[in-house]
């Protein structure tokens, strides 16, 4: 299925139960960062209106769409757009098909990645946008401590880390997370699982395997403990500020 078909789907539903509401449609995420994946990624997207949808026509939308893959996003205005989301109340929202009030994807790596790559469906090629890449640096490495040294945490007393995705999703979330520091920009899963590869030598071993899951290849275990191990240890190294080559996290 080309990744066009669902937003195109969206458009059509939405110009016919509510002519002129949506202004703006662009594609954020993987679909914008060139690392969408069939099977595996969502499509993100922002809708722009003029003024704020109402919760009740969002979810007559939605409630037509397909189920997968997930169309997930948020409604935003112009002006929301130009703010800093920090400072934006909650809004309506899609997560996995349920339709919502919340501040779902409203914040800095959202506004940073539609004014980086943002792929436009409707709208202005590159919208006004607000970016603030210091506080988007300090929240990302906040990110890294509130949720990912937790996460690591829990996957050591959990069955949990025996799986592919936790495999995936914890070498490439941090990688990706690192990258982001170096380069200044959002990066995606696989760029940044490329770029630990050329990086950090003597863990190619369980970052190819966390890229052989997410773009396909053979596998480089055979024993899921083995590989849990040696997961628990990668993010051990990748979430030490200290590790070297990222001099961008000892600021």
Not at 10 to 31: H, K, M, T, V, W
Not at 131 to 147: F, G, I, K, Q, V
Not at 158 to 176: E, I, K
């Amino acid at each position: 299925m080309s990744i066009e078909l669902i937003p195109t789907e969206f458009l059509i539903r939405a110009d016919i139960l509510a002519p002129g509401l949506i202004e703006g449609l662009y594609l954020q995420g993987s679909a914008a960062l060139g690392d969408y994946r069939p099977g595996i990624s969502d499509i993100d997207f922002v809708a722009v209106t003029d003024e704020p949808a109402s919760l009740d026509l969002v979810r007559e939308i939605h409630g037509g769409m397909p189920r997968r893959p997930h169309f997930d996003g948020l409604y935003v205005t112009w002006a929301d757009l130009r703010a800093d989301p920090s400072g934006l109340p909650p809004g309506p929202a899609v997560h996995e098909g349920r339709v919502s009030s919340s501040r779902f994807e409203r914040n800095l790596v959202t506004w940073h990645v539609l004014a980086q790559a943002g792929v436009p469906m409707r709208g202005p090629e590159r919208p006004e946008v607000f970016t603030d890449w210091p506080a988007l640096a300090a929240s990302t490495r906040e990110n890294m401590e509130s949720y990912w040294r937790p996460w690591a945490r829990r996957v050591r007393l959990s069955p949990a880390g025996l799986s592919s995705w936790a495999v995936a999703w914890g070498v490439l979330g941090v990688s990706r997370l690192r990258h982001t520091l170096v380069t200044e920009r959002v990066t995606s899963k696989t760029e940044g699982g490329r770029y630990a590869l050329r990086s950090y030598p003597g863990w190619e071993r369980i970052i190819e395997e966390a890229l052989r899951i997410r773009c396909g290849g053979e596998p480089r275990y055979r024993s899921p403990f083995r590989r849990r191990a040696d997961l628990l240890a990668y993010l051990e190294f990748a979430l030490d500020p200290s590790a070297p080559p990222d001099a961008a996290l000892l600021h």
